[in-house]
T-cell receptor, first 114, second 114 residues
Framework: KQEVTQIPAALSVPEGENLVLNCSFT??????LQWFRQDPGKGLTSLLL?????REQTSGRLNASLDKSSGRSTLYIAASQPGDSATYLC?????????????FGAGTILRVKS | DTGVSQNPRHKITKRGQNVTFRCDPI?????LYWYRQTLGQGPEFLTY????????KSRLLSDRFSAERPKGSFSTLEIQRTEQGDSAMYLC????????????FGPGTRLTVL
């Protein structure tokens, strides 16, 4: 059974700092991995998707890496801003014949202080 | 806006009542997913449709829960005889069957059972 763990559970940093969020998963047989952002009481916004054949993806100040063999992914946020404050969720898409139900971690709550 | 939409956004009900939620996926997305998220946790998979066919249901989906997707367009999730433990955010997502299967989420329906 696939399990996803995110560390740390919460993180508070001053504005402008670079930071790394960690995600680990127990089964390396994945189709892809997605990072999401969730603001309080809201739905999920997709940030980055890394396919199993890729090592990293970049979008603006965000960079996500994937090491399937070790079951790890990191989300790097450069020059953090107060607007980055949110919960960040990692989800793996297991390889399945039908459907691709995502398995989520519990998230990292990020607070960027101005 | 042509994203995933969900209605209602909030629902407060008394224990024992029935509730129904609606999800409208992105047009052309033939895969539709329902997830449930409780406070402090990541979303958990409930059920999945490809077109009008319900292909998988989680064991989390007790017999009080039923989901439909008539004509392969919008979907409804009904909960009968609600219990306080059903209080959660119910999220809908959709995706295309080809490519990287990136899932796009709606804003969610927040259910509170009193």
């Amino acid at each position: 059974k696939q399990e996803v763990t995110q560390i740390p559970a919460a993180l508070s940093v001053p504005e402008g700092e670079n930071l790394v969020l960690n995600c680990s998963f127990t089964d390396s047989a994945i189709y892809n991995l997605q990072w999401f952002r969730q603001d309080p009481g809201k739905g999920l916004t997709s940030l980055l998707l890394i396919q199993s054949s890729q090592r990293e993806q970049t979008s603006g100040r965000l960079n996500a890496s994937l090491d399937k063999s070790s079951g790890r992914s990191t989300l790097y946020i450069a020059a953090s801003q107060p607007g980055d404050s949110a919960t960040y969720l990692c989800a793996v898409d297991p390889y399945m014949e039908y459907g691709n139900k995502l398995v989520f971690g519990a998230g990292t709550i990020l607070r960027v202080k101005s | 806006d042509t994203g995933v939409s969900q209605n209602p956004r909030h629902k407060i009900t008394k224990r024992g009542q029935n509730v129904t939620f609606r999800c409208d996926p992105i047009s052309e997305h033939n895969r539709l997913y329902w997830y449930r998220q409780t406070l402090g946790q990541g979303p958990e998979f409930l059920t999945y449709f490809q077109n009008e066919a319900q292909l998988e249901k989680s064991r989390l989906l007790s017999d009080r829960f039923s989901a439909e997707r008539p004509k392969g367009s919008f979907s409804t999730l009904e909960i009968q005889r609600t219990e306080q433990g059903d209080s959660a955010m119910y999220l809908c997502a959709s995706s295309l069957p080809r490519g990287n299967n990136e899932q796009f989420f709606g804003p969610g329906t927040r259910l509170t059972v009193l």
